[in-house]
């Protein structure tokens, strides 16, 4: 599961601030951290919505990483793990086998995936970019790190 968010809403300025800090600083790790919990904590509450609980191991098994810099794309960045076995499958949907791994003949063969993280990342764009901007805002009061 990969989550991509643009920064075309911030100005010119603003971005060369994130670039500035860079990994080093504590405050640029403390954002990550933040902004890779939200997005752990949206993808939850969209599990919660559209999937039953049977045992509660998909919910517990979306997790946040540690922040850490890519060197390939040269940006810093935070992964949210899906942990359980199966969260792919009802993530993107799988085909319904019977115990000797042939297809379904009766009823419907594929169940359709729930799709949560694509909706998770839609819904807190907004908030990814108030979580920016409140962190751009405390900058200045602190100082750079």
Do not use: C, W
């Not at 911030?10 to 971005?15: K, Y």
């Not at 799988?94 to 995936?113: A, I």
């Not at 764009?125 to 009061?141: Q, W």
Request: net charge positive; no cysteine.
């Amino acid at each position: 599961m990969s989550v991509q968010f643009d920064f075309s809403q911030l100005s010119a300025f603003e971005v060369k601030i994130m670039n500035m800090l860079g990994q080093e600083s504590r405050e640029s790790r403390q954002l990550m951290n933040t902004l890779g919990s939200g997005l752990a904590r949206e993808i939850r509450k969209n599990v919660r919505k559209r999937t039953k609980m049977k045992t509660g191991n998909l919910r517990k098994g979306i997790k946040k990483g540690k922040p850490y810099y890519y060197n390939k794309d040269q940006s810093f960045e935070v992964r949210v793990h899906e942990y359980a076995p199966h969260a792919h499958l009802v993530e993107y949907g799988h085909k319904m086998l019977t115990k000797y791994k042939k297809p379904v003949s009766n009823g419907y063969s594929f169940v359709r995936g729930k799709g949560f993280t694509k909706d998770a990342e839609k819904n807190y764009e907004t908030a990814f970019a108030k979580d920016i901007d409140k962190f751009l805002d405390k900058l200045p009061k602190k100082g750079f790190g």
